[in-house]
């Protein structure tokens, strides 16, 4: 779309290439470029935004053959001219630019009329055959930028995967709607609902723009002994009375390793934390820990001996209730 904008655009600047560019050497630098400013990676960037259109709008004339001609036509010929109304005092007319151009000029006999109120788009496109460039975002997800490539549309898949997996990170292989096979890196440490962007996997752009995207959202199968806290892993560890009342060494299970063995104090209440450094969620970002939660295992089934041994034993503790605490706390 030839455009009056044209005198002052150095379209080649805009996109840090030199004017002997070419077409392949364009294609690349602009998808470069469109990647980096890309809305979508830019979310609230004004600035951002108004770079993809500049360079955007300078893709589409300098990628088109005949616009491109023609831009270079102008910029070479009108350096910095401006189009006003034929015989205004001082400026060139519309003829003093383009008469080279097209083979006439104020002298030559052949005139063109500038209606005033006329909008230049309006004389260009006649002139050039285009209208107005199109805006930004379609119905279909994809983004169109001043009559540049249009970018495929995303895809949305989900896959399951178990928790060993998630925490230590692993390739798989998935199934695409076409049948072919993609590998995808599934990160250490993902979580659960987490989405993965496969970037240029999803759909094709209709007309030689940068593919779509596949958003990948990851569902974690539970573990049966083991809990995600961030970076680290939660277990809960039973313990008898007498080990949490006397003191003990306990073994405590880890994530595919062997079982570490970990000192239980005396007088060791239920809900108490261990924690085994480092044996947690292995990420680039850090490593977290292993935290053991106590708890008091209760024996469902007496025999009588020690029901009485039990008794007796009651019978010689503190005479103390555990629950004065909250129930004061409760009444003030």
Do not use: M
């Given at each position: 779309m030839a455009s009056q904008d044209w005198f002052d655009k150095d379209f080649y600047k805009v996109l840090g290439v030199s004017k002997d560019v070419t077409p392949a050497e364009l294609k690349k630098v602009y998808?470069?470029?469109?990647?980096?400013?890309?809305?979508?990676?830019?979310?609230?960037?004004?600035?951002?935004?108004?770079?993809?259109?500049?360079?955007?709008?300078?893709?589409?004339?300098?990628?088109?053959?005949?616009?491109?001609?023609?831009?270079?036509?102008?910029?070479?010929m009108g350096s910095g001219a401006r189009f006003t109304a034929p015989g205004s005092a001082g400026q060139g007319g519309f003829d003093d630019v383009f008469g080279g151009m097209f083979g006439g000029g104020a002298q030559g006999g052949r005139g063109y009329t500038y209606q005033q109120g006329g909008n230049f788009d309006d004389i260009f496109g006649g002139m050039f055959g285009s209208g107005r460039g199109g805006g930004f975002g379609t119905s279909s997800g994809g983004y169109r930028g001043f009559g540049g490539?249009?970018?495929?549309?995303?895809?949305?898949?989900?896959?399951?995967?178990?928790?060993?997996?998630?925490?230590?990170?692993?390739?798989?292989?998935?199934?695409?709607?076409?049948?072919?096979?993609?590998?995808?890196?599934?990160?250490?440490?993902?979580?659960?609902?987490?989405?993965i962007k496969l970037r240029g996997k999803g759909q094709p752009s209709p007309d030689?723009?940068?593919?779509?995207?596949?958003?990948?959202?990851?569902?974690?199968?539970?573990?049966?002994?083991?809990?995600?806290?961030?970076?680290?892993?939660?277990?809960?560890?039973?313990?008898?009375?007498?080990?949490?009342?006397?003191?003990?060494?306990?073994?405590v299970p880890t994530l595919g390793g062997d079982p570490v063995k970990l000192r239980v104090a005396p007088g060791t209440p239920s809900g108490r934390v261990l924690r085994v450094k480092g044996r947690g969620v292995q990420t680039a970002?850090?490593?977290?820990?292993?935290?053991?939660?106590?708890q008091i295992a209760v024996p469902s089934h007496l025999s009588s001996d020690a029901e009485e041994a039990l008794?007796?034993?009651?019978?010689?503790?503190?005479?103390?209730?555990?629950?004065?605490?909250?129930?004061?706390?409760a009444r003030s």
């Open positions: 998808r470069k470029l469109a990647r980096k400013y890309h809305p979508d990676s830019n979310p609230g960037d004004a600035a951002a935004e108004s770079k993809f259109k500049e360079i955007s709008e300078a893709n589409s004339v300098l990628s088109d053959p005949e616009q491109r001609k023609e831009y270079d036509q102008i910029r070479a490539p249009t970018r495929g549309n995303d895809v949305t898949a989900h896959t399951t995967i178990d928790f060993v997996t998630a925490t230590r990170g692993e390739t798989i292989t998935l199934q695409a709607a076409d049948g072919k096979p993609i590998k995808v890196k599934i990160p250490a440490g993902v979580a659960d609902g987490q989405k030689g723009g940068e593919s779509g995207d596949i958003v990948l959202t990851v569902t974690v199968r539970k573990h049966p002994v083991f809990e995600r806290d961030g970076l680290n892993l939660r277990v809960t560890v039973p313990v008898t009375f007498a080990e949490a009342a006397l003191g003990a060494t306990i073994e970002k850090g490593t977290g820990d292993l935290l053991a939660i106590v008794k007796a034993f009651a019978e010689k503790l503190p005479d103390e209730n555990p629950r004065d605490d909250i129930l004061a706390k």
